[in-house]
């Protein structure tokens, strides 16, 4: 099967056992790089998209349907990205780099179905200028990290209020690398907390605290314990007390990926982890549910993501290949989650593309959006993202079938049968059955499927093709 698609004719895939956990695939001619997905007020999420026309929204509700897109073009100025996104109660706002020599970028203000209500234009900057990261107050204020990433590196924090009015600036050009979405957030009293690399060197990172009028309250100094490639630092802060950190990027000729757990009054090291035996490139980290979610890159046939969940103390619990979870085809050569956000009741929003290219290349050519809602285990519904459980060797065949479909495991029953098609689609299922079982296969549409079977005590998933 040969997928070709446009924006308006795209590939979809929505699976599980609950309704609340699901995976999308968004196959698009145009498509260029995922950037994040957030939380909406309706418990759904809105996901931000670069295609090669500009940049677009598209709005998932709390099952994985889409309710509406939304592209964006602005005018005369030419070719747009957006880098970040953050909702408030009432609105969205939207940070865009324009590809001008007079307005490099810019911020706009979005009712939530999308519309543009006001919009603030940065002029005469440097040429790469751009607000990477974006924070609401519980008064509704905006605030801006402007980055200048290419040239001259410079860094700036600015306020603005509710209607895109800047209130004030302050420079920051003593630290390296742009801030990172996910990475600094706004605490009860309205006081900014972030880290970032030392301008000075480059085994130094800066932990500081800012608050709403732009004063310092906080600037301390903690060891870069890696000498790596990378654009910044994924950190997280456990409690008042600690907090771990890491470079993102890649693990480049040998170079080390370690873990920090730090005490923050004391400023000493508790605890480290290498994770380049993990990841050869780490794109992300998130901390709720009481744990520390990375995202990475591993080879597996291919260049796939990987999400890896720890405990507060760096103890390893899980190491889960999110490969599986992507419906198989013959474009579909590797995948890469950049981002992973954790809801209000704790469920994982983890946001990437798929690529098309040699999988093996360091430089991979997006062809689709990937989201995934999973649970805060990382599984759908409980249901683990690998093909086969160690403990149920679950058999499928023939795979690809025509008229019939042999399923067999080491138990000799089962509890529920579900199998989804590609658009998500339950197309059959039986309970309380014996095993093996003989499935008529023949009126099923020609293409992917997924089998889910649950024995009672386990779930497993097993994709096949109906030719």
């Known amino acids: 099967m040969k997928f070709t698609f446009?924006?308006?004719i795209f590939f979809v895939l929505n699976i599980g056992f609950t309704q609340n956990n699901w995976v999308n695939v968004l196959e698009l001619e145009l498509f260029d790089a995922s950037e994040m997905m957030i939380e909406t007020e309706d418990n759904g999420s809105l996901a931000l998209s670069n295609l090669r026309t500009g940049p677009s929204l598209i709005k998932f509700s709390e099952t994985g349907e889409i309710e509406w897109q939304r592209g964006y073009t602005f005018g005369n100025l030419p070719t747009s990205r957006a880098y970040s996104l953050v909702g408030s109660d009432s609105n969205y706002y939207l940070s865009i780099k324009h590809s001008s020599t007079d307005t490099t970028s810019s911020l706009h203000k979005l009712d939530l179905s999308g519309e543009i209500i006001t919009s603030y234009y940065e002029t005469n900057n440097e040429f790469f200028d751009v607000f990477t990261n974006l924070l609401v107050d519980s008064s509704g204020n905006l605030y801006g990290f402007r980055n200048e990433f290419w040239i001259s590196n410079d860094n700036f924090l600015s306020k603005f209020d509710q209607d895109l009015n800047l209130t004030w600036t302050i420079d920051l050009s003593f630290l390296d690398d742009p801030i990172l979405d996910?990475?600094?957030?706004?605490d009860d009293e309205d006081n900014i907390h972030f880290w970032m690399k030392s301008a000075s060197?480059?085994?130094?990172?800066?932990?500081?605290v800012i608050d709403s009028e732009g004063n310092t309250l906080v600037m301390d100094n903690f060891p870069l314990l890696q000498s790596s490639f990378g654009a910044g630092i994924l950190q997280g802060q456990l409690n008042d007390e600690k907090a771990v950190y890491v470079t993102d990027g890649g693990n480049i000729n040998g170079t080390s990926r370690t873990l920090v757990l730090v005490d923050l009054e004391t400023k000493t090291q508790l605890k480290s982890i290498e994770l380049a035996e993990t990841f050869f490139w780490i794109n992300d980290l998130a901390i709720g549910n009481e744990n520390i979610y990375i995202v990475?890159?591993?080879?597996?046939?291919?260049?796939?993501?990987?999400?890896?969940?720890l405990d507060e103390a760096l103890n390893v619990k899980d190491k889960i290949s999110l490969k599986n979870l992507?419906?198989?085809?013959?474009?579909i050569l590797g995948s890469s989650i950049s981002e992973i956000k954790i809801m209000e009741q704790g469920d994982l929003l983890l946001s990437g593309y798929i690529s098309g290219d040699n999988?093996?290349?360091?430089?991979?050519?997006?062809?689709?959006?990937?989201?995934?809602?999973l649970d805060e285990n990382g599984r759908i519904d409980g249901v683990s993202s690998t093909v086969e459980k160690e403990n149920i060797r679950l058999q499928v065949y023939p795979n690809p079938c025509i008229n019939q479909l042999i399923i067999n495991?080491?138990?000799?029953?089962?509890?529920?049968?579900?199998?989804?098609?590609?658009l998500g689609q339950l197309v059959y299922s039986e309970l309380n059955g014996d095993l093996p079982l003989q499935l008529e296969t023949s009126k099923f549409k020609d293409g992917h499927y997924f089998l889910f079977l649950n024995t009672g005590k386990e779930k497993v998933k097993y994709p096949f093709i109906k030719l």
Do not use: C, K
């Open 182 to 186: 996910n990475h600094s957030f706004i």
């Open 326 to 331: 992507i419906p198989e085809s013959p474009v």
């Open 409 to 422: 495991a080491e138990t000799n029953s089962f509890s529920d049968l579900q199998i989804y098609n590609a």
């Open 296 to 309: 990475g890159q591993t080879y597996e046939g291919g260049i796939w993501s990987e999400l890896m969940i």
């Open 6 to 8: 446009t924006f308006l």
């Open 359 to 373: 999988p093996m290349s360091f430089e991979h050519s997006p062809i689709g959006l990937l989201n995934m809602r």
């Open 201 to 208: 060197s480059n085994s130094e990172a800066i932990r500081m």
